[in-house]
């Protein structure tokens, strides 16, 4: 069963909608019990990365978040913040991340030119291929793609196989991820149309 | 009496044609010196949008009017959006109270009635009528066409003002504001002294569905909807799900015997389209009870209730009845189409 | 390459649909709902909704709407009109909207801003600033659905949501609403300069040209449009309509 973490940040509603449209059976817990037994884990995100890594480890999910990601290996789709969680560390924050794919969180601030370009990073914006995945199957020639992005801090891989998406804010930085079972998506595709279903359902279907 | 109306109109022929294009030149004459001669009802709808295109080539200023009961579908206002655009037309919109109409349909549902989608299209026929007036329009155009829908046999369903309004009474709960209620007095106002003309031109001229939808397609990027009247949602739900089930009419039945009638389509595969279910849009029966306030529970035990008819509920029926020479007169002189006085005044049905 | 967001701003009166001209005199537009469903059919950026008349009313949200238009849409949603309970805007967020729109709210109690970022994030909060011009030509800040002046001007104010942690602006001018005459640029340029966040014009929009010239002459990062989205042109029936992709990818 997809299982969404409820730890108490995410646009929730949102996601258990798009799942729903696209028929697929979605639960959100935030019981230790009901992740056990999850075969896939959706992990939300919105807000600040020590409150989100605090939360986790309050609610007695890091361990077990661990172990469904590094031993029993299903499949984890991280999205917006919850996709910085799976990186190291973040400049946002003092606390470490999950770690399930080497990379780091940097901030906008400080690397753009702000005048011309607005921190947040929000609106529509397109996404290019970069290493093959499952995740992004069947969008064609990813011409028109494009996802709801909003968010001030981007991840950097450090291998960058990693990265299975890229897109442009004043220069590149990975908008998607992908390191095993350990999936990542900074933008939303809950909020992303049929954009956003398309990749729900590829990672329904894995 | 598909083939009476066929004579009496002279369908498809040059005779029919010229009759036509004399009403035409009629219509002109009268709206000279207005901004508009002629309103067309428009919906997003196949016969509506060639109606306009046919009316603008005939070198008619239509003002097109649509009466907005706050169920389209977006295909329906993107159709309405690139005929007029192309066209060039003007929209006069009516736009209903949506919880006033909410409460009306919800009244017809309750009523047992099978006429949950009358209020939309007398609602409309008001719109048209009072768009004509604002503008000193004296003719309305309408897309009908007996070929390709054929006239409903009497038993199946019927509509006008007293009936809605009654059944409104007694299971409404909201106050009707808002809602166009054509009643008797509304629509005597229109025919005898407003004195506007319904004008029906593909009864005179050889019309086909499948050319004019394949014409809108190619001209405008007009874009099909699946099926009858889908591209609003009351009445989908009506012609797939409330009609078939609970009443057992299966409206394509008209549709496709017309069709067959006329040549457009063989017996095989109209039989082969009837035995395929109506199709239905996902969620359309949950947006349904949502809008209308009906838990699941309710609306099953309100499907599983016998049927009710018009007959059951106060109606201006024996009144038309009564009046039948008045609207044979009427409808001579194009005041009412051919088919009202054909199926609300006849005792008999037909 | 971040494209320039259009974002139908829908007004609500009651549980209906309404558009205004200079904030005042409503046309009826229809069911909020299901115009949501057009426009989401119709693959619209993002949706602003307004409650206009719960200020005035001291109404809160109507919740059961919002979680019937939440439920519908697969874009960015924002709710503005009778914010002032962070209890609530916490409810706005888990029914599904991204963001919330504070106006008079921000006048009567200036921290409550601060406290919304900070416990949602700023991206989550759009200032909403309403102004207009008086007799000598200047601009005032309006609140409570533009019934109420406040002594601010909007340069100021906009300065002053910016530093409480606002994350976007909605800048409005109550001259233009409903006119199809255009954006006010000089108002939406001024404050453009003076602000970092990203300030989305409203109030004015005809025309897909009108749209262009706020963007570039203007400054503004975003737009809001109403009656050219709900209308089939000045003047005309009402139609839910949404200019075609691809006149805005070439325009913008």
């Not at chain 2, 897309?143 to 019927?158: C, D, K, Q, R």
């Not at chain 2, 054509?182 to 031109?201: E, G, L, Q």
């Not at chain 2, 389509?265 to 279910?277: F, N």
């Not at chain 3, 709902?33 to 005035?56: M, P, Y």
Request: hydrophobic letters at 40%; aromatic letters at 12%; a neutral charge.
């Amino acid at each position: 069963m997809l299982t969404v973490v409820d730890y108490g940040m995410g646009n929730l509603g949102s996601i258990v909608n798009m799942f729903r449209k696209i028929g697929v059976q979605a639960v959100v817990t935030a019981e230790p019990a009901g992740i056990e037994r999850a075969d896939k884990l959706l992990l939300p995100g919105v807000g600040a990365f020590d409150t989100a890594m605090t939360r986790i480890k309050q609610q007695g999910l890091l361990d077990l978040l661990n172990k469904k990601a590094m031993v029993e290996k299903v499949p984890i789709l991280g999205v917006c913040l919850g996709m910085q969680l799976l990186t190291d560390s973040s400049e946002e924050g003092s606390l470490p991340g999950l770690g399930w794919i080497p990379a780091r969180t940097l901030a906008f601030k400080g690397r753009l030119d702000t005048g011309r370009f607005k921190v947040p990073h929000m609106g529509w914006n397109i996404v290019e291929k970069h290493t093959e995945s499952p995740l992004t199957a069947g969008f064609g020639s990813f011409e028109e793609v494009r996802f709801y992005f909003v968010h001030s801090y981007f991840v950097k891989c450090d291998d960058d196989r990693h990265s299975i998406l890229k897109t442009t804010y004043g220069f590149h930085f990975d908008s998607g991820v992908q390191n095993g079972n350990i999936f990542g998506a900074q933008f939303h595709p809950e909020k992303s149309h049929t954009f956003g279903m398309r990749l729900f359902r590829n990672f329904a279907r894995l | 009496m598909i083939d009476d109306l066929k004579e009496q109109y002279a369908t498809g022929t040059s005779a029919g044609e010229a009759r036509l294009a004399a009403i035409v030149e009629r219509i002109k004459k009268d709206g000279k010196g207005r901004k508009y001669d002629c309103v067309v009802g428009v919906s997003g709808g196949t016969d509506s949008s060639y109606m306009l295109y046919k009316a603008v080539e005939w070198g008619l200023r239509p003002l097109a009017a649509h009466y907005d009961n706050t169920w389209n579908s977006a295909i329906a206002t993107e159709n309405i959006k690139k005929v007029l655009k192309r066209l060039k037309v003007d929209l006069f919109t009516y736009v209903v109270d949506n919880k006033e109409i909410d409460d009306i349909f919800r009244s017809f549902f309750l009523a047992d009635a099978p006429e949950i989608d009358g209020p939309t299209d007398l609602a409309l026929a008001e719109v048209l009528y009072r768009a004509a007036s604002q503008h000193g329009v004296k003719y309305i155009l309408e897309g009908h066409s007996f070929m390709t829908e054929g006239v409903a046999p009497l038993a199946n369903i019927y509509f006008d003002g007293k009936y809605i309004r009654s059944v409104h009474a007694m299971f409404g709960r909201l106050p009707m504001k808002t809602y166009p209620l054509m009643d008797f007095a509304a629509f005597m106002k229109w025919i005898v002294f407003k004195r506007i003309r319904k004008v029906r031109p593909f009864w005179y001229m050889a019309y086909r569905k499948e050319d004019a939808r394949a014409f809108l397609e190619k001209d405008c990027d007009w874009m099909y909807y699946s099926g009858h009247h889908l591209e609003n949602r009351m009445t989908a739900f009506n012609h797939s799900y409330y009609l078939p089930k609970k009443f057992g009419i299966d409206l394509r039945n008209l549709s496709l015997s017309a069709s067959v009638r006329s040549g457009q389509m063989s017996r095989q595969e109209a039989l082969q389209r009837y035995s395929e279910p109506p199709h239905l849009e996902d969620d359309l029966l949950e947006y349904f009870k949502k809008r209308l306030g009906l838990g699941d529970e309710e609306f099953e035990r309100v499907m599983r209730r016998p049927p009710k008819s018009y007959r059951d509920y106060p109606t201006y029926k024996s009144l038309f009845e009564k009046l039948r020479p008045f609207f044979y007169v009427m409808a001579k002189m194009d005041l009412v189409p051919m088919s009202f006085y054909i199926k609300y005044t006849s005792k008999t049905g037909v | 390459m971040l494209r320039t967001r259009v974002i139908p701003c829908l007004l609500l009166n009651d549980e209906s649909l309404v558009k205004t001209v200079k904030f005042d005199a409503y046309t009826y537009i229809g069911d909020p709902v299901n115009t949501v469903r057009i426009f989401n059919e119709l693959e619209v950026d993002e949706l602003v909704f307004l409650d206009i008349t719960a200020s005035r009313q001291s109404r809160r949200p109507n919740f059961t709407i919002l979680e019937d238009i939440a439920n519908e849409c697969f874009m960015p949603l924002a709710y503005g009109g009778g914010v002032c309970d962070i209890e609530d805007v916490g409810r706005i967020f888990g029914i599904g909207f991204e963001k919330v729109v504070i106006n008079s709210h921000a006048v009567e109690a200036p921290d409550f801003i601060r406290r919304v970022a900070d416990k949602f994030g700023s991206q989550s909060v759009i200032g909403s600033i309403d102004a207009r011009k008086n007799l000598f030509g200047r601009y005032e800040v309006f609140t409570h659905g533009g019934t109420r002046k406040v002594s601010r001007n909007p340069l100021e104010w906009a300065q002053e949501l910016e530093r409480l942690g606002a994350g976007e602006l909605l800048l409005t001018s109550m001259d233009q609403d409903g006119t199809w005459a255009g954006f006010d640029i000089k108002l939406t340029a001024s404050v453009t300069s003076k602000v970092q966040i990203p300030v989305i014009a409203n109030g004015g929009a005809g025309t897909v040209r009108h749209i262009v010239d706020v963007v570039r002459k203007g400054g503004a990062s975003a737009v809001a449009v109403g009656s050219m989205v709900v209308f089939q042109g000045k003047d005309l029936g009402v139609l839910v309509n949404f200019p075609g992709k691809k006149e805005l990818e070439d325009a913008l």
